[in-house]
Structures are given as C-alpha cells and as structure tokens.
T-cell receptor, first 110, second 114 residues
Framework: EDQVTQSPEALRLQEGESSSLNCSYTVSGLRGLFWYRQDPGKGPEFLFTLYSAGEEKEKERLKATLTKKESFLHITAPKPEDSATYLCAVQGPNDYKLSFGAGTTVTVRA | GAVVSQHPSWVICKSGTSVKIECRSLDFQATTMFWYRQFPKQSLMLMAT?????????EQGVEKDKFLINHASLTLSTLTVTSAHPEDSSFYICSASTAGNTIYFGEGSWLTVV
C-alpha cells in the first residue's frame, strides 16, 4: 500500500524566512509525485508533478525536488499570501489515483 | 489552465433524501475522474475512481449503493448521495485527469444533512 508522510504538520514563518517542507513516500513504482496547495474551504490547487529522481520544478517562490524516497517543497522568501496547507500525493504504476499525505499547514506572518 | 467545476458549492438537504453533485471538466476531456471526501483538518480520502462509460471503482469501505457515481460523458461525472444522513455531511471534492496526467481538482461541495 502506498504511504505518504509529510512533515512538519505545521510551520509558522516570518515573511521572508525561507523554509522547506518534506514529503516521504513509499510506493511500488512511482508514476508521479504531486504537490498541491489548499486554502481553507476550497479544493486543492495544482502546483507540480515530478516523475523521476533528480527532477526539479519551480513556480514563483516555490521549488519542488524529488529523490527516490522523498520530495521537498522549498518556499523562498515567503509572503503572507503563501499561507495555506500544502499537500503531497503519490501515484502508483497501476492506476491514476492519488494517495495523499496529511499536509503541512504553513502560516506566514507579515 | 485546465479547470474543473463542481456544482453545487454547498447544499443542505433533509435526512433521508438524495442529493446530486456534478463535476465537469471545462476545457479538456477526462476519461478518468475521482471523488474524494475531506473531513475538517484532515487530508483527502479517495472514495471512488470514475471511468467514462464504465462502472466506478470504489475504495474499500465505501458503500457503492449509497454513493452512486455516473460518468456519462468525457466532461461530466456525478456523485449522488442516496438516503443521506447527518454522518454524510462533509466536503466532497472531485478531480479530473488530463491526457498528460495532470490532475486538477474542483472547488469542492459542502454537504450538510439536517
């Protein structure tokens, strides 16, 4: 069974204070690792998909990296509008469904 | 970018009645859609995988006769909660997969059963 563990559970940052979120995973053949941002009461917003170890993707202040066992989401010089819950999910080889981690709730103070 | 739309955004229904939630992919065709349920401060729990033109595949523990899923076209899947009870109150979210394996989510539907 696919397993996804995210840490920390919550992260409080000062505006401009860079940090990283961790997503450790166990899957029998990774098809893809997905990162989403979710604001309270809304559906997840797609950020990145990573497919192979060593791959990196960037979008504004966010950068996602992937190894064979974990993925990191780096937030550089965060702003208050980056406050959200960040979800990591893995997709196995046999179907297209996603298994989600519990998420990391990021709060950025001005 | 691709957009997935859900309707209604929120619904209140009486216990014992049925309620239907629609999920549409607005600018792409989705052969596969997914339905999730999310409780407060918890992550998404997959309920079922919906494939266009065939029966949905339900996750273990999800009652298929209670949560009816229909995927009649490449842009529309529906979830019907039958004989709803207060414990069915939740946030229901759908997602759709593009041909390039990018999976987009809808805005979610809040169901309250009174």
């Amino acid at each position: 069974e696919d397993q996804v563990t995210q840490s920390p559970e919550a992260l409080r940052l000062q505006e401009g204070e860079s940090s990283s979120l961790n997503c450790s995973y166990t899957v029998s053949g990774l098809r893809g690792l997905f990162w989403y941002r979710q604001d309270p009461g809304k559906g997840p917003e797609f950020l990145f998909t990573l497919y192979s170890a060593g791959e990196e993707k960037e979008k504004e202040r966010l950068k996602a990296t992937l190894t064979k066992k974990e993925s990191f989401l780096h937030i550089t010089a965060p702003k208050p509008e980056d406050s959200a819950t960040y979800l990591c999910a893995v997709q196995g080889p046999n179907d297209y469904k996603l298994s989600f981690g519990a998420g990391t709730t990021v709060t950025v103070r001005a | 970018g691709a957009v997935v739309s859900q309707h209604p955004s929120w619904v209140i229904c009486k216990s014992g009645t049925s309620v239907k939630i629609e999920c549409r992919s607005l600018d792409f065709q989705a052969t596969t859609m997914f339905w999730y349920r999310q409780f407060p401060k918890q992550s998404l729990m997959l309920m079922a995988t919906s494939n266009e033109g065939s029966k949905a595949t339900y996750e273990q523990g999800v009652e298929k006769d209670k949560f009816l899923i229909n995927h009649a076209s490449l842009t529309l899947s529906t979830l019907t909660v039958t004989s709803a009870h207060p414990e069915d109150s939740s946030f229901y979210i759908c997602s759709a997969s593009t041909a390039g394996n990018t999976i987009y989510f809808g805005e979610g539907s809040w169901l309250t059963v009174v």
